[in-house]
């Protein structure tokens, strides 16, 4: 399974990014997809994930200016991204798994940066 991720990059605070992610193919069974980041000297962590059948998870932090939601094809998710702030700032994982946990799949980072 191979993941691509476009969208990310430069912007200044309030502003808003937007990510896709397509897999090359889904996992067979409930599939979990959607994005960590990882900020310099931080560990990676959870922004937001769609499960199949349309459930949702977010970072507390981005509830309410993160919006993640299936394109129109099924292997492909977005995220909206609006009222960046710099604490935003870190490379961005696309990630997709299976609802058990395993297997699962990470794509290339994408850097993302907010100026104050």
């Known amino acids: 399974v191979q993941l691509q991720a476009s969208g990310g990059g430069l912007v200044q605070a309030g502003g808003s990014l937007r990510f896709s992610c397509a897999a090359s193919?889904?996992?067979?069974?409930?599939?979990?997809m959607g994005w960590y980041r990882q900020a310099p000297g931080n560990e990676r962590e959870l922004v937001a994930t769609f499960t199949d059948g349309g459930i949702t998870n977010y970072k507390d932090s981005v509830k309410g200016r993160f919006t993640i939601s299936r394109g129109n094809a099924k292997n492909t998710v977005l995220l909206q991204m609006n009222s960046l702030k710099p604490e935003d700032t870190a490379v961005y994982y696309c990630h997709l798994r299976a609802a058990s946990g395993s297997p699962y799949y990470w794509g290339k980072g994408t850097l993302v940066t907010v100026s104050s």
């Open positions: 193919t889904m996992i067979s069974g409930i599939n979990v």
